[in-house]
């Protein structure tokens, strides 16, 4: 461990494609070592790399320390892990390349394999290419579920969280064509499940209340339009509700969150990708942050992908970035908190209320 010993946490974040904005919405969050009062950064990615964006972007006043491992962290400073060979690794800003999905892999599979071995406290993701990075040691759809595999979970919750509104996805990264066959009672119960446990666990709220969504418009129109929501849906939001639960729905999407329902609850789960990403997105772009809720890990990460359109050119902004950094650190403290409390159980601690938790309101700034 270095000289300087701390109790802030540990944050990994993986550099992503390197040719998209992730560098660069990287370097613009942590430039000047301006979170190191709230956590550790270490980059995994390429110190060449971050190097030439950082001239690219004039941010020649402020360096970054290079290290091999996690035990050689500076708490005072931004430090960076290289994790392939990358003496004559160059910057194409905009271009999509075989090597950049290479790094992008080969930092995410360092930055896991500290965040197994508990040398990280939690990690966020910058944007990949879910193309290029393609390879024999990766082929999943996403971030999440390479995620789920690696930590032995059958499933994992995609999660996206702005202040007080979260929207989950019972189906993810998947085609359309595909979404109604892995609509199940027993897939829709368990996601339910993790939702709940998630509110409770990394976000303090004691008694969640969430809305469930309808697969189909009008949620089915009393089966007129789809019989998914009698068949399926509803059985099982009434299951929840037999043992107590706040559970309610199912909601016709459109007008759920063109009437500003959303707000009556702590949590929304969707049916597929877009239903819930696209409102999400309309109301909270760049200020979402993406949780992969239901880990024994903590990973969030921008809701923006690689923005190849406006990569090296000084436009992109960090604040999605920033919000992931931050939901990181709350959630990570708030689970080592209730680890504390559960081995001393006999001694009396406050336990921090729903208002003052700061992971409910998503990091430094709320969503409205």
Not at 166 to 176: S, Y
Not at 215 to 234: R, T
Not at 301 to 310: E, F, K, L, V
């Amino acid at each position: 461990m270095s000289e300087q010993q701390s109790d802030k946490p540990v944050i990994g974040i993986t550099i992503g494609d390197y040719n998209g904005i992730g560098p660069e919405v990287i370097l613009k969050a942590l430039e000047g070592n301006q979170l190191s009062k709230l956590c550790t950064p270490i980059i995994y990615g390429s110190l060449r790399v971050l190097n030439q964006y950082r001239n690219l972007l004039e941010m020649k006043d402020w360096n970054l320390h290079g290290i091999q491992k996690p035990e050689q962290v500076n708490h005072k400073l931004t430090n960076v892990i290289t994790c392939w060979h990358d003496h004559q690794t160059e910057i194409e800003p905009g271009k999509i390349t075989a090597e950049a999905g290479q790094g992008s892999f080969a930092s995410l599979k360092r930055a896991v394999e500290d965040l197994k071995e508990g040398k990280i406290q939690a990690l966020v993701t910058g944007p990949i290419n879910k193309d290029n990075i393609q390879s024999e040691d990766f082929k999943f759809p996403g971030h999440t579920e390479f995620l789920a595999e690696a930590f032995g979970k059958d499933d994992a919750l995609m999660f996206m969280v702005a202040g007080d509104l979260r929207v989950g996805v019972l189906t993810g990264h998947m085609p359309l064509q595909n979404v109604r066959e892995h609509i199940t009672a027993e897939k829709l119960a368990a996601k339910i499940e993790q939702i709940l446990q998630s509110l409770k666990g990394d976000f303090g709220i004691k008694k969640p209340k969430l809305a469930v969504l309808g697969l189909n418009p009008h949620a089915g129109e009393n089966g007129l339009l789809g019989s998914e929501e009698i068949e399926i849906i509803q059985p099982v939001i009434k299951q929840f509700k037999e043992k107590g639960h706040l559970v309610v729905g199912p909601f016709p999407a459109d007008g759920f969150f063109a009437a500003g329902t959303y707000r009556q609850y702590d949590a929304v789960l969707a049916m597929y990708h877009d239903q819930g990403l696209i409102p999400f997105k309309t109301l909270a772009f760049n200020e979402g942050v993406n949780f992969t809720a239901g880990l024994s890990a903590v990973r969030t990460s921008p809701d923006h992908g690689t923005a190849y359109n406006i990569a090296g050119k000084n436009l992109a902004e960090p604040g999605s970035l920033l919000q992931a950094l931050y939901l990181a650190c709350d959630i990570s403290r708030f689970r080592i908190f209730n680890a504390d409390m559960e081995k001393n159980a006999l001694i009396s601690k406050p336990q921090p209320s729903e208002s003052q938790h700061p992971a409910k309101s998503g990091g430094k700034q709320r969503f409205n």
